[in-house]
């Protein structure tokens, strides 16, 4: 049974520091390309970064590029998202997923979701 344990959201001003944590288990973690998505109220969601399943590619929106680090440790079944200076425009639901392609089928695992507030 495929499950993801979220950390790390919260309350926090403009300018802050968040990180988020995504535990998963029930499946092959390391052969998994991760990304974090986010839903702001009134918006679609939004693709914010990727890591490849070695962790040595990696990609961001520009709405984050410069302030957000997406990292994963394969032995520890987790994906993180460091969130540096942040902005009012940065609350949003964030969600981790897994994505891999296998024998023509595709294997798409979302996390619950982790509420992000940057209010002063």
């Known amino acids: 049974q495929v499950q993801f344990v979220g950390s790390g959201g919260g309350l926090v001003p403009p300018g802050g520091s968040l990180r988020l944590s995504c535990a998963a288990s029930?499946?092959?973690?390391?052969?998994?390309?991760m990304h974090w998505y986010r839903r702001a109220p009134g918006k679609q969601r939004e693709l914010v970064a990727v890591?490849?399943?070695?962790?040595?590619?990696?990609n961001y929106a520009d709405s984050v590029k410069g302030r957000f680090t997406i990292s994963r440790d394969n032995a520890k079944n987790t994906v993180y998202l460091q969130m540096n200076s942040l902005k009012p425009e940065d609350t949003a639901v964030y969600y981790c997923?897994?994505?891999?392609?296998?024998?023509?089928?595709?294997?798409?695992?979302w996390g619950q979701g982790t509420q992000v507030t940057v209010s002063s």
């Open positions: 029930g499946f092959t973690f390391s052969d998994y390309q």
């Open positions: 890591m490849s399943s070695s962790g040595g590619s990696t």
């Open positions: 997923n897994a994505v891999n392609s296998y024998n023509g089928r595709i294997y798409d695992y």
